[in-house]
């Protein structure tokens, strides 16, 4: 017995049996006792760790790794890559294989689909003034990763001529025919939304993505909406310009009256805001006295241009000129569109033959 407790003393001094404490007593044991209590016992109770070694004991008898650094841990980490900052702290409750895995494999963050709110029409961006039309206005709202549309609106103006509340779904539309005259200038339309916030995703490791709510932004969960604004939707109810030529030397503003009255002009449905272009016609083998007409609230046309031939051009100004300057006189749609409306008109000095177009500028 005496040599047996020799044996296992010699081994617990090599710490070859760490488990044995010192005070272990071997007498009257048999050999099978002594290694069912070696066995049984906890197997690494006397591991001494020193500090920032990179290594733990747990209370479950467990040795681990641990990035147990000295760094104070208030000290925020540098960046890394698209790796956030970190407190030490936070570092100080991972694996060494944790803190590793982290920067190598940072965990890729999700992106996101913005909401969209799209207004459409059925109109041509140019109407003339006094027609009746039919705009048939759609409001569709498409939440992507959004929540859920609450609410949409049509405003023409600043004035709300539609709403409703749709019924929770990927798409929500609104949808509003209106039926109306057009009036002079410019008529918007534009739709309004509110939605709810999205969810968040997950990053490629499956852990929710972390970072803030955020309004309209592909790297952000979605926030929520009370003013999503749509695109704008507009037209333009102008006064056409009107033009001719005519055999008659004597031709005056009230003969042009008369003409365009009674639909024996070329009318064109053109802003007359800018420069107008006129092709008269082939009037190769005829003389004859060009002539337009367009509303006085647009700009007087002061010069011309040959469309073809840049250094072919001039003033439109007095009686040696292409074209005087225009005369005033009140001119009624040849459609019934407006009535009494002041239009300039302008009318070439002699009878002239040209037949390539001719630009007319402010």
Known sequence: MKS??????????????????????????????????????????KVTLEENAGLEYNEADELRTKYNTLVPNGTSSQRIGNLSPKAASVWKTKTIVEVLDEILFPAGLPTYIIPTL???????????????????????????????????????????????????????????SRNFQVPVGVTTWEGKGAYNQGDRKNDSQGNPDPRNYALLSTNNP???????????????????FFYGVSSDIG???ETIKSEIEAGNSVKQLTKADGTINIEFGDLSSDFVVQWFAHASIYPTKTKWEDTT?????????????????PQLININSPNGYWNNIQYKVYRSNRKVRVSTPLDFKN
């Open 222 to 240: 979605q926030a929520a909406n009370n003013n999503f604004t749509s695109n704008t939707t507009s037209i333009d109810g102008i006064y056409p």
């Open 118 to 176: 799209v207004l459409t029409d059925t109109l041509t961006p140019i109407q003339e003034v006094g027609t009746t039309v039919t705009n048939d206005l759609k409001l569709t709202g498409t939440k992507n990763d959004a929540g859920d549309f609450t609410s949409l609106k049509i405003f023409e103006g600043v004035t709300e001529i539609a709403s409703s509340n749709p019924n929770p779904g990927l798409t929500a539309t609104l949808n509003y």
């Open 4 to 45: 047996r407790q020799i044996f296992f003393e010699n081994l617990v001094a090599q710490n070859a049996l760490g488990g044995i404490p010192k005070d272990y007593e071997f007498a009257n044991k048999t050999l099978y006792q002594i290694f069912e209590d070696l066995f049984s016992g906890p197997s690494f109770g």
């Open 251 to 253: 031709l005056t503003k």
């Open 309 to 325: 031939n840049s250094s072919n051009k001039g003033f439109i100004s007095g009686a040696s000129d292409y074209m005087s300057a």
